[in-house]
């Protein structure tokens, strides 16, 4: 079997018993690895990650960090079993300049990523800014200029000069700031959720399809699962006769995660 989930979101400052909910991780995390041939995360399994100039070269988790041992040490085991562990970046662990990598021994991607498992193609991502290119013009005023607010923002938190002063920061100031702005997404997230708004609206889906269109135009290349995390809510759509988008739901409200099995299937299920 092959895993993937996303969105648990350790360390945010809206979960009750941060520690309880960083040990249901890892006891998923264990429990699926006695029959996995990969895990694949990803995105936002950290609600803030950054890595500072202070904590360069560093091969042990720094003082402002230790709080995630248990999760690091259950990563790096699995990985020292001879399972891939892959960690893709989502937007609240953007920040990570090889730590998690040297910790762990997981492969982590910056970008998109086609994977070949079983016998199928998969797309994944985080899923944060993609969107189709002609859609944005024609979303709602309003949303139109939030998406564009965000697609900014994106560019910037990804942009090497600000990371760089940023990291400059003592790690208690940049992670007290950094929480801080993580804790409000998750409240507004909490106070206006927004739900599935179906196949013909909901960006990710449209965006899996928008890539189809182009590798049927031969600009592009097939998938047969797109598979995304970031908007925390379970989908399993068809959008043609061979591909499927799979929106991971999250690991902190409702604890999602996707299983692939070796017959080329992939399936939500709960824990
Ligand atoms: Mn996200």
New binding site residues.
Partial sequence: MVYFL??AHLGSRVIAEPEKHQQRIVNLLQSISKDADAIYLL??IFDFWYEYFYHFRRNTLPRSKKQYTPIIQCLKDIHDKGIEVHYFI???DIWTFGLIARLTGAVVHRQPEYAHIYGKTLYLA???GLIPPDLIGSLPADFQKRVRAFIRLRKFFHHPLPQNIYRLLPPLLGDSFGYEWARRSRLKELQHPCPYKGKDKEELVLYGKYLEEQAADNNGRHADLYVF????IPVEERITDNSEVIILGDCFKQFYYAALSDDGTMKLQTF
């Avoid at 995390?229 to 925390?232: I, P, T, V």
């Fill in positions: 996303s969105d995105g936002d989502g937007n609240h985080h899923g944060d995390g970031h908007r925390h």
